[in-house]
């Protein structure tokens, strides 16, 4: 296989934003595309941000900075990937438009190239199924917010060959995060446990057991969680929170994941979390307050 140089990045919401400026600030050139040119400029001011609060901790330097940012270039359409050695799916978590995404993209990619899903916990055999590769197929799952977390999960499909594993593992080591590989099954291993967890304080707070300030102080002070399983779930994003926990009841078909009814009032309502400014906080004043 050819040497990884330049990346392709499909989606420039939280995730693909924060993939972006990782993978660019490693040295490597990157090419952003989603639905819109807006959506990548309001991304690349996002990551410019991001990098410029970087500098202004002493992690990177101002040349660091600079040279991150003049790798990143937007692509209008998947025809602008056709150089790319890999290239990273990070769309929203709906299993039908990465499947589209991926026979969409496929004509137009060299045919050493690399795909890689960054899912939470759809089945990545499924996926490599929708593309002409599933041999050159795997899952790599960043963690949010990317720039600050120094895990990849890394999970290969039934037909991922061991050259494509062993090619994206070392791809990853260059970004200086650290990988721990999942076997194939719904969620995989972080939000197999995490996201019942969330999902369970979602139950407590249904059934009145605690208010949402209650919920999240007892977690972080008593089990020492950096921040409080609800104001979590609205940083992941409520419908992403709904979908994983779907994934998981309807996968492994045990009543133990079944998603709370007010996780499902919640997205009903389009209360997503801190994206839509409202979720179990409402975050439209200067501080956020519990809507419970």
Known sequence: MTPIRKIGIIGSGQMGNGIAHV?????????????????????????????????????ITEEDRKQALSRITYAENYQGLSDADLVIEAATEDETVKRKIFVALCPFLKPEAIVATNTSSISIT??????????????????????????????????????????????????????????????FMVNRILLPMINEAVYTLYEGVGSVDAIDTAMRLGAHHPMGPLQLADFIGLDTCLSIMQVLYEGLADSKYRPCPLLVKYVEAGWLGRKTKRGFYDYRGEKPMPTR
């Open 126 to 187: 499924r996926l490599a199924a929708a593309t002409d590769r599933p041999e050159r197929f795997i899952g790599l799952h960043f963690m949010n917010p990317v720039p600050v977390m120094e895990l990849v999960e890394m999970i290969r499909g039934i037909a991922t060959e061991d050259v494509t594993f062993a090619k994206a593992r070392e791809f990853v080591g260059t970004l200086g995060k650290t990988t721990a590989v999942s076997e194939d099954f719904p969620a």
């Open 23 to 59: 993978i660019a600030l490693a040295g490597y050139d990157v090419v952003l595309t989603d639905l819109t040119k807006e959506k990548v400029d309001k991304a690349i001011e996002l990551i410019d941000r991001n990098l410029t609060r970087q500098v202004a901790s002493g992690k």
